[in-house]
Structure formats: structure tokens, C-alpha cells
């Protein structure tokens, strides 16, 4: 029923209510550091992991496994564009990551260079919500010029 209605909508529409849709959830789950003080090092740990485990699964799922599908009857084996674009999206982040300032837990705030780090902040927020937000809008379009 709610599938029908919204296969039904103009995919403009989709892709704004799916972009909606993903900030709230996103906004609704940051929105909790207001409820808390403090908080333990372990759930800490525990929120860490499970947040790495869904981007792993999202990662496989919504992007290498379509790209390996998407290679097979290719001239190079199918793993060969999706292992490639995996390499080069980790050397990416591995560059961004030596390029902005950042502090690691544990280490004094001094050694954060927080001016630059201000200044770099939301270069590395536009980055990171621009790939989730081009994601989207282009997997309401791919599903439903699919169906």
C-alpha cells in the first residue's frame, strides 16, 4: 500500500521524500547526545562498532554488489571495477584523513589545532552528506525506471 503510493509519485517527489526521509533518522539519532551528560566508555564502544557494522553492510550491499553485477559480461573479471573503486575511495579517505586536522581520543586538546580545525569542519560535513544525498536521489531514480 505504501509501496503503491509511493511508486506512484513523480520521482522528483521520491527522491525528496527518501532525502527527508534518511535526514530526519539521521537528525533523530544525533538529536540523543541531548539527553545525555556523560556517557560510558564501553557503550561508547559498543555504538562505534555497530555504527561500522551498518556502514559495512550498507557499503557491500548498496554500492559493491551492484557494481560486481553491474561488470559481469565485461572484458575484466566483475570484482575488477568494484575492488578498484574500493581502493581508491579508502585511498580517498586515507589522504582527507592526513590532509584535515583531526585529535585522536586520549591525546590532549591542544595538539587538535582547533583553528584549522574549525576552518575544516564543514568541508569534511559537505563531503560526507553530499555522497549519502547524490546516493539517494540517484537509487529512487535507478528503482524506479527498474520497476
Sequence with gaps: MLIDFFSGLNPIYQALIATLFTWFVTAAGAGLVFFFKTIERKALDAMLGFAAGVMIAASYWSLLAPAIEMSEGSSLPAWVPATSGFLLGGGFLWFVDKLL?????????????EDQLAEKRPAGIGNHDSQYTGRTGSRCGIWRFSR
Design 101 to 113: 586536522p583531526h585529535l585522536h581520543p586520549g591525546f590532549p586538546k591542544e595538539e587538535a589545532e
